[in-house]
């Protein structure tokens, strides 16, 4: 499960430092340059739901991971203005991490 979220992490932040400027203006060209990480993340998502449908994870494991599925969501939709600087993208996926760790822990810990 961590495994597959810092992959979808890296798709990430690949896609917030190397798309280009021009590219990024039109709701298409977005979707174009962000394609990987969307569909990596609902993918995720999607296996998340039917592994806990099927009893292999926690009930609730899907929620662990729609934090970061809105966040690539958000990245995709929302058109930026500049580009966002790497410290502050560093921070933000220490915060993403950490958010990670404890709904993992909230998951495993909570009474089914």
């Known amino acids: 499960m961590a495994a ?3 992959v979808g992490s890296m798709l990430h932040v690949r ?3 190397q798309s280009r ?3 990024l203006e039109s709701l ?3 979707l174009r340059a962000g394609v990987a ?3 990596f993340h609902l993918h995720l998502f999607g296996f998340a739901t ?3 449908g099927a009893g292999l994870l926690p009930l609730l494991t899907p929620f662990v991971f729609a934090p970061a599925m809105a966040k690539v969501l958000w990245a995709v939709l929302h058109r930026r203005g500049r580009p966002i600087p790497v410290r502050t ?3 933000m996926e220490v915060a993403h991490t950490l958010l990670f760790i404890g ?3 909230l998951v495993y810990r909570w009474p089914a």
Do not use: C, Q, S
Request: aromatic letters at 12%.
């Open 89 to 91: 993208l560093g921070w």
């Open 103 to 105: 709904l993992v822990a």
């Open 4 to 6: 597959a979220t810092f």
């Open 37 to 39: 990480p969307v569909i």
């Open 15 to 17: 896609y917030l430092l």
């Open 21 to 23: 400027p021009e590219a």
């Open 28 to 30: 298409r060209g977005r």
């Open 50 to 52: 039917a592994a806990a």
